[in-house]
């Protein structure tokens, strides 16, 4: 899956990257029976992690409208342990987040030893959003990728494991997936007309994507562009990526705190 992260320093171009391609599956049915293989070992992983208490690990997702953050968090995560992983959606700023800094909302729920955050949306949202509705001055926005790295950094310095997925979905995509929103009653609360107005800024949003997946991929926190049409594939590059990282670190159940040998249950 190496394929999808974007080393540093490359100058992304959205429209060189694939949303509908799927070399890493023979086909669908192949991919998600590997799929449902990660999910246990994903399963199996995060006990460890979260017994151990140790690893602390913050993914983070962005996308479109439509780009299927939610369908990945629940696919993705589904079957493990709640106690351990946590979901952070960030919104419009509240009149309190916006009396502070940018990040100060975004800080406070990174995650702590033993667990894995979501963050569905994020603080990239500070250079996306808010570049392409000049929400602030172009000289504010412009430095925030230089602090969002050193931001980071001091996250990893300080023992968090970053992972960033950008789901990359097609404009003709996210036309179908808002008709089939319009179509179903079931699904009328996901449909705001807000989406629609956002969709006219299409070209701005790729713009403001590449720059972040251009200037915000480090060592320390690297992006993934995850080719998002196929929703099977999508849950796929995540959990293969995610299972991947953490099987990469030194996950062990802790010991006894003291010797168990000869106690009785009486
Ligand atoms: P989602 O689309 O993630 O399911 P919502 O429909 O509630 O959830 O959308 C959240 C909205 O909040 C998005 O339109 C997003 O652009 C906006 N948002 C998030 N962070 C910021 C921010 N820092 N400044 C302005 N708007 C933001």
Redesign the pocket.
Known sequence: MDRYRVAPGTQVDLSQWSTDDTPEAESKDEGKERFSVMNNRLEALQEVLYAQGKHKILIVLQAM?TGG??GAIRHVFDGVNPQGVKVA?????TPL?RAHD?LWRVHARTPAQGEIVIF??S?Y??V???RV?N?VPEDVWSRRYEQINAFEKLLADEGTTILKFYLHISKEEQKERLQARLDDPSKHW?F?P??LA?RKFWPDYMAAYEAVLSRTSTDWAPWYIVPADRKWYRNLVISEVLVQTLAGLDLRFPEATESLDGVVIE
């Open positions: 409208d953050k939610d959606s960030f919104k419009v700023p987040e940018y569905n949306r603080h949202e500070d996306l959003v808010v509705h929400l996901k705001s807000g989406d956002e």
